[in-house]
T-cell receptor, first 112, second 113 residues
Framework: QKEVEQNSGPLSVPEGAIASLNCTYS??????FFWYRQYSGKSPELIMS????GDKEDGRFTAQLNKASQYVSLLIRDSQPSDSATYLC????????????FGSGTRLLVRP | DADVTQTPRNRITKTGKRIMLECSQT?????MYWYRQDPGLGLRLIYY???????NKGEISDGYSVSRQAQAKFSLSLESAIPNQTALYFC????????????FGQGTRLTVV
């Protein structure tokens, strides 16, 4: 079992819709969770970080964390074509000494 | 200027050659990382360093070596490059007082022919 799993996609949504991206992780003791956006050929950039159960909202983005289910998600409201990118989930495992483990990413395509 | 700078940005090298990728940072972070990215495989950790005297292997360290010359500098070397090391390489930094998130350099696209 991979430590951090994401559906590779592509996830295709129409402009203005809600895009829902999901991530599961294997280490139940993980403490910190991050969503990065990566455009093709570019470096990942941080979108959201979340550390406790529940929802965290920042503009059009909402991160949701459920530690009991070992599940973290990212919702993008009012999706725009400029949101088309690969979204990477990253986790600090309990024994990591702060190194990050990345999922393979979900490619999002927002159709105009 | 970028907080995390990688050089070179692009490099084509021949099989068997030694090549060094360099990374420098101005964020003052102690922790530095080298990741490799291949299509469909996400980011895989090659090496990481928590200070100048603390260097650790990641999940795919074979064929690579690193040097932490200073808090701000972390270099990755391919001792004898092979074609399956063709990939996009990223350097990153983090600090627990800064939320443990990783800050990435612009990436180095390496092609081994």
């Amino acid at each position: 079992q991979k430590e951090v799993e994401q559906n590779s996609g592509p996830l295709s949504v129409p402009e203005g819709a809600i895009a829902s991206l999901n991530c599961t992780y294997s280490d139940r003791g993980s403490q910190s969770f991050f969503w990065y956006r990566q455009y093709s050929g570019k470096s990942p950039e941080l979108i959201m970080s979340i550390y406790s159960n529940g929802d965290k909202e920042d503009g059009r983005f909402t991160a949701q964390l459920n530690k009991a289910s070992q599940y973290v998600s990212l919702l993008i409201r009012d999706s725009q074509p400029s949101d088309s990118a690969t979204y990477l989930c990253a986790v600090n495992p309990r024994d990591s000494s702060y190194k990050l483990i990345f999922g393979s990413g979900t490619r999002l395509l927002v159709r105009p | 200027d970028a907080d995390v700078t990688q050089t070179p940005r692009n490099r084509i090298t021949k099989t068997g050659k030694r090549i060094m990728l360099e990374c420098s940072q101005t964020k003052g972070h102690d922790r530095m990382y080298w990741y490799r990215q291949d299509p469909g495989l996400g980011l895989r950790l090659i090496y990481y360093s928590f200070d100048v005297k603390d260097i650790n292997k990641g999940e795919i360290s074979d064929g690579y070596s690193v040097s932490r010359q200073a808090q701000a500098k972390f270099s990755l070397s391919l001792e004898s490059a092979i074609p399956n090391q063709t990939a996009l390489y990223f350097c990153a930094t983090s600090d627990p007082s800064d939320g443990s998130e990783a800050f990435f350099g612009q990436g180095t696209r390496l092609t081994v022919v």
